[in-house]
């Protein structure tokens, strides 16, 4: 029996037009605001002088705060979070990518506790309190502005650890499709990649049995994400391929598509380890990662959902045997992210060597396995790291 709870109470304001809105909303939380904006985003384009001009006009107060760190770093938000209680901040607006979103919610908890935002993330600390937040996301990739979650890096312990409550909602989602052409070629194609990785992993390679209407929501949005980045990546201002891009990075991960799926994140815990070690930019290692270890589990067992994969997305034939259809699969998605959107296929590339692999797997397996469709141990984990040197 399928059985599951589903919960998301994020507004979102689709569109140019409803970006006016912003301030009104803004407006009902409070009038002391902290605005924290992409560094890169403020510098191609005028959009946050628009959006603080239109705070002022109606008489927000507005504290405004530059990020540029691919991984936002837990120092920051505690940093941050004092700079809100000593200014009384009454609502939180982040206008940029993952990052940045992700910093404003763990912001928004750290408010309201007196430990670090280390020692909430990790449970010695109980949330109670958080303050409001509104989404302005500038890339098509994370999902951020529609979930309730984030990742936040600590370099000092090597650690990269994510988080989640439902108090960390956005209260309003601006999802601007314009916003998003600020971004260049290299991190449009790395959030496209992304995007696919969270329907991918999360949900659809997984073990239990689906619903037929969530399988095809999943595959439908995968195909559509290959066509429109396809698209985008040839033409970075087309409207059309942008507008699609949102609402399909929105819907990959606003819980949704996890109803009843048993969410597994093999590829995720193995690249939030890399990050974490390495700091490189999460959709990066990820697209290193994922076809490796498509490729192992369907040599040992998980042909037959893998080549499904490849006949729904990527239009892959069946071939005399399910084990050969799922290696098409898997150089079908090679090709899309390595030849399409040229995303670097090595660890190689960002200089990552197997000094730290073992080290690595044991923080995620502590000596047992992961299920998933196929169960994974610390030994196939070190095997597929290896496979991406």
């Known amino acids: 029996m399928y059985q599951f709870r589903f919960y998301n109470p994020v507004t979102v304001y689709f569109g140019l037009e409803k970006f006016d809105e912003l301030p009104t909303v803004a407006r009902y939380y409070g009038d002391r605001a902290l605005v924290l904006y992409s560094e890169a985003f403020n510098r191609h384009t005028d959009y946050v002088d628009m959006i603080l001009r239109m705070l002022k006009e109606r008489d927000i107060y507005t504290l405004a705060i530059s990020e540029s760190m691919p991984n936002p770093r837990g120092e920051f938000v505690d940093r941050i979070s004092r700079l809100c209680r000593n200014e009384r901040i009454e609502v939180l607006i982040g206008i940029g990518g993952g990052s940045v979103l992700d910093s404003v919610k763990a912001i928004s908890a750290s408010v309201y506790t007196n430990a670090s935002c280390w020692e909430w993330i990790t449970g010695k600390e109980e949330l109670k309190m958080a303050l409001p937040v509104i989404a302005v996301p500038t890339t098509a990739a994370t999902g951020s502005e529609m979930n309730s979650g984030g990742l936040i890096s600590f370099p000092e312990r090597r650690e990269k650890l994510s988080f989640g409550h439902p108090l960390l909602f956005p209260k309003a989602a601006f999802i601007i499709p314009e916003f998003t052409a600020s971004q260049s070629r290299e991190y449009t194609a790395a959030g496209c990649a992304d995007v696919m990785f969270h329907i991918m992993e999360g949900n659809y390679f997984t073990r239990a049995p689906k619903m037929e209407t969530h399988l095809k929501v999943m595959e439908e949005l995968m195909k559509n994400l290959v066509k429109y980045s396809r698209i985008v990546v040839e033409d970075l201002h087309n409207y059309d391929a942008r507008a699609n891009l949102c609402v399909i990075a929105s819907w990959a991960l606003n819980g949704f598509l996890e109803n009843g799926t048993g969410r597994i994140a093999v590829c995720h815990a193995l690249e939030h380890q890399i990050s974490g070690y390495y ?53 079908k998605l090679e090709y899309f992210l390595y030849a399409e959107l040229m995303l670097p296929s090595s660890f190689l590339a960002y200089g990552i060597t197997d000094k730290h692999f073992n080290e690595m797997v044991q923080n995620i397996c502590h000596g047992g396995k992961l299920t998933g469709i196929i169960n994974l141990d610390s030994h196939d984990l070190v095997n597929i790291l290896n496979s991406c040197l």
């Open 279 to 331: 700091d490189i930019p999460h959709a990066k290692g990820m697209a290193v990662i994922v076809p490796k270890w498509l490729r192992y589990i369907a040599e040992r067992g998980g042909a037959e959902q893998v080549a499904e994969f490849g006949k729904a997305v990527f239009d892959v034939k069946s071939k005399k045997s399910k084990l050969q259809t799922a290696i098409e699969t898997v150089d």
